[in-house]
């Protein structure tokens, strides 16, 4: 029982991050805004969790680990009440990336100690394993629960039922042993400050990159010394985040307790598993965003239709994150690794050779078998990578850590997705727009005005609608049309084109990871 309250907490925890995306364009029509919105929501839900998870971790070991289990609890299922019920993008917000960030934040750290308190050493990989398992699933099923609720209810009944789940976990950790609380002399506030300011600059700074621009400011966007705010930000975040390193390693050397210590982070092992970890979730987020934007937005499949569409990856995700462990126990993790990234960038590139204007939603079938291969196949092996990396007392500072990268990985993923998408869908429709011979010159300068801080990414109906209240003539409504679909793909495989490149980079990596299982002779 104490283990499937433990997993139910991890299951609900990676569920928001796979349940959303097939609902995301009935999402911003509920709300007002549009996928751009919704973009910001996701990558800010992830971004709030990366920036305090260790935060959140050191609460945990002030304050008691089932209690901040517990704390967490309350604060998600508050954030998922006020989801359900959310009238506008501030609300959502708020209660979504916000609220629930919070509480994830303090839920997922303690679920890594409360194990560790509630199961003996030799049972320990065990548990550790089913509880991956259970996030393992909830991305595989989170597609299907999003789509048949979006499409028969209503996408805010998801968030109601996570607040029964809640109440329920709650019910049930009257049952969990607390961890021993860890002494701590003082909470390092600047510390917790420094990592959170400098991953939010970060982060920011990349997703609104698509409607500033990357170094040169977008015509009628924002300027700061003739550069695109977008680079200061990064440059900002990255300056903060060494400051961050500065004080810890200083914290460190004068006998403190350091939010993390730098020292531990020179450890070649964990290091190479929380990059690959970064990495993974990166080209996940990303893709998870891009393929169900095609099928729903561009194709028009319901809810549902795409849910279903993106089985295939499931399948394979539990097959290779299960089937790996216990049917090949002694095989190089390095290998694994490099053969996950490798199915990584394979569903990448052919999803990109096949994607065009007269493609369907057959094409995507291979892609995600692949991408679901090599999602499981990293699952196998890293959590163990990282966790055996160090001794059992750094346990849940490197889960701390550990989920730190992941929501850092998914944040950048959908940031730099979604503002690559838009910037080339925008650069694309307008180039098009001012060489058709069939526009007018009037509505080329209003489109060159009006559409300067970028093009939305919208449905064949919603670009219909919208050319129809702004009474364009018949002729430069198909020539609109038929740019948009151009652009609109050309977005999308800029969006492809950048996860592989990163599916690359993360290859020259895998040699950190160990080339033997931990305990192999």
Not at 71 to 90: E, K, M, Q, R
Not at 135 to 160: D, E, M, N, Q
Not at 275 to 301: E, K, N, R
Request: hydrophobic fraction near 55%; charged fraction near 10%.
């Amino acid at each position: 029982m104490v283990l499937l309250t433990l997993a139910a907490g991890q299951f609900l925890m990676t569920l928001d991050s796979s349940v959303m995306n097939v609902s995301i364009a009935t999402v911003a029509k509920d709300v007002g805004t549009t996928v751009t919105g919704i973009q910001g929501a996701i990558t800010a839900y992830t971004l709030v969790m990366a920036a305090l998870m260790i935060t959140g971790g050191k609460i945990g070991g002030l304050i008691g680990r089932k209690r901040a289990f517990s704390i967490g609890c309350v604060i998600y299922g508050a954030g998922s009440f006020t989801t359900s019920i959310a009238p506008n993008l501030p609300v959502l917000l708020f209660g979504w990336s916000f609220l629930e960030g919070v509480g994830a934040a303090l839920i997922l750290p303690a679920i890594v100690a409360l194990v560790a308190g509630n199961f003996p050493t030799a049972r320990r990989p065990a548990a550790y394993g089913l509880v991956a398992a259970a996030g393992a699933i909830a991305v595989a099923v989170g597609p299907l629960i999003g789509g048949f609720a979006t499409t028969y209810f209503s996408w805010r009944w998801v968030f109601a039922g996570e607040v029964v789940v809640v109440l329920v976990i709650l019910l049930l950790t009257r049952r969990i042993a607390d961890a021993p609380v860890e002494t701590r002399p003082k909470f390092d506030l600047v510390g917790a400050v420094l990592s959170a300011g400098g991953l939010a600059l970060f982060v920011f700074g990349i997703l609104r990159s698509g409607e500033w621009g990357w170094i040169r400011p977008h015509e009628g966007g924002p300027s700061w010394a003739h550069l695109s705010p977008t680079v200061w930000l990064v440059l900002a975040g990255l300056f903060v985040i060494y400051l961050f390193f500065a004080w810890e390693t200083r914290r460190e050397a004068q006998g403190k307790e350091p939010l993390v210590r730098p020292g531990m982070l020179r450890n070649r092992q964990l290091s190479g598993g929380l990059i690959m970890f970064f990495f993974q979730y990166l080209v996940q987020a990303g893709f998870f965003f891009v393929v169900p934007l095609f099928l729903s937005v561009t194709l028009g499949l319901s809810a549902l239709a795409t849910g279903a569409r993106l089985l295939p990856l499931s399948v394979t995700l539990l097959a290779a994150a299960i089937g790996i462990p216990r049917f090949l126990p002694q095989v190089s993790p390095r290998l694994v690794v490099r053969c996950g990234l490798l199915a990584l960038l394979a569903g990448t590139v052919v999803l990109l050779a096949a994607l065009d204007a007269d493609a369907g939603p057959e094409i995507v079938f291979v892609p995600l078998l692949l991408i679901g291969l090599g999602i499981g196949a990293l699952a196998s092996q890293l959590g163990a990578v990282t966790v055996s990396a160090v001794p059992d007392d750094q346990a849940p500072e490197v889960g701390g850590v550990q989920n730190t990268m992941t929501n850092l990985g998914a944040s950048i993923g959908t940031a730099l997705a979604g503002s690559l998408l838009i910037a080339s869908l925008s650069s694309a429709f307008l180039t098009d727009i001012e060489n058709s011979s069939a526009i007018p010159s009037r509505v080329k300068s209003q489109a060159q005005v009006q559409l300067a801080g970028g093009v939305p990414f919208i449905s064949d109906a919603d670009l219909d609608h919208a050319l129809e209240q702004a009474h364009v003539s018949p002729r430069a409504t198909d020539a609109a049309e038929n740019a948009y679909q151009d652009a609109r793909i050309t977005g999308l495989r800029s969006a492809l084109a950048i996860l592989g490149v990163m599916a690359i980079v993360a290859l020259f990596f895998a040699q950190r990871i160990p080339a033997k299982q931990p305990g192999s002779p």
